[in-house]
C-alpha cells in the first residue's frame, strides 16, 4: 500500500481521468473514483491514519472544481494530522505538500480566500 502522499498523487491522477470522462468536471466524491475510474478503494485510506477501510482518511474540496481551476486550490487532504502533527493537501494542480498543522490552517485559509475570490462557496475544515 502506498504512503499518504503518494496515494494522494494518484487520486490526483484518478481525478484527471474523472474529467476527461465527464466534461471537465470533477466528481461528487472521492468514492465516486472507485466506482468509475478504477480507482482502488484502500488508497482513501491513509495506512497511518487508523481509519478502517471503507471510509477515506480524506477531506475533499473538489467537487466543484473543473479543468479551469487555479493549481494553487486545495482538492484534498488528511482529515487529521495522522503525520507527526503534518497534513498532506493535494492542490488542483496534482502536487502534493505536507504542512505542519499551523501552515495548513493558514493553507485553508488562502484557499478559502481564493476560493472567495474565484465566486465559488468556500468551505470549512
Not at 490526483?12 to 468509475?36: I, K, M
Not at 495548513?104 to 470549512?124: A, V, W, Y
Given at each position: 500500500?502506498p504512503?499518504?502522499?503518494?496515494a494522494l498523487?494518484?487520486?490526483?491522477?484518478a481525478?484527471v481521468?474523472y474529467?476527461d470522462?465527464?466534461?471537465g468536471q470533477?466528481?461528487?466524491?472521492l468514492?465516486?473514483?472507485?466506482?468509475?475510474?478504477?480507482l482502488?478503494?484502500?488508497?482513501?485510506?491513509?495506512?497511518?491514519?487508523?481509519?478502517?477501510?471503507?471510509e477515506s482518511?480524506y477531506?475533499?474540496?473538489?467537487?466543484?472544481l473543473?479543468n479551469?481551476a487555479?493549481?494553487e486550490?486545495?482538492?484534498?487532504?488528511?482529515k487529521?494530522?495522522?503525520h507527526?502533527g503534518?497534513?498532506?493537501?493535494?492542490?488542483?494542480?496534482g502536487s502534493?505538500q505536507r504542512?505542519?498543522e499551523?501552515?495548513?490552517e493558514k493553507t485553508i485559509?488562502?484557499?478559502?480566500q481564493?476560493?472567495?475570490?474565484?465566486?465559488?462557496e468556500p468551505?470549512?475544515e
Amino acid at each position: 500500500m502506498p504512503h499518504c502522499d503518494e496515494a494522494l498523487k494518484l487520486i490526483g491522477q484518478a481525478l484527471v481521468a474523472y474529467r476527461d470522462q465527464n466534461g471537465g468536471q470533477n466528481p461528487p466524491s472521492l468514492e465516486a473514483l472507485t466506482e468509475t475510474v478504477d480507482l482502488s478503494p484502500w488508497l482513501l485510506v491513509c495506512p497511518g491514519s487508523g481509519v478502517p477501510f471503507g471510509e477515506s482518511s480524506y477531506k475533499y474540496r473538489g467537487g466543484d472544481l473543473d479543468n479551469n481551476a487555479s493549481a494553487e486550490l486545495i482538492v484534498a487532504y488528511d482529515k487529521k494530522p495522522w503525520h507527526k502533527g503534518r497534513r498532506n493537501v493535494l492542490f488542483a494542480d496534482g502536487s502534493v505538500q505536507r504542512f505542519k498543522e499551523e501552515v495548513f490552517e493558514k493553507t485553508i485559509d488562502k484557499d478559502n480566500q481564493l476560493r472567495s475570490q474565484m465566486g465559488l462557496e468556500p468551505k470549512p475544515e
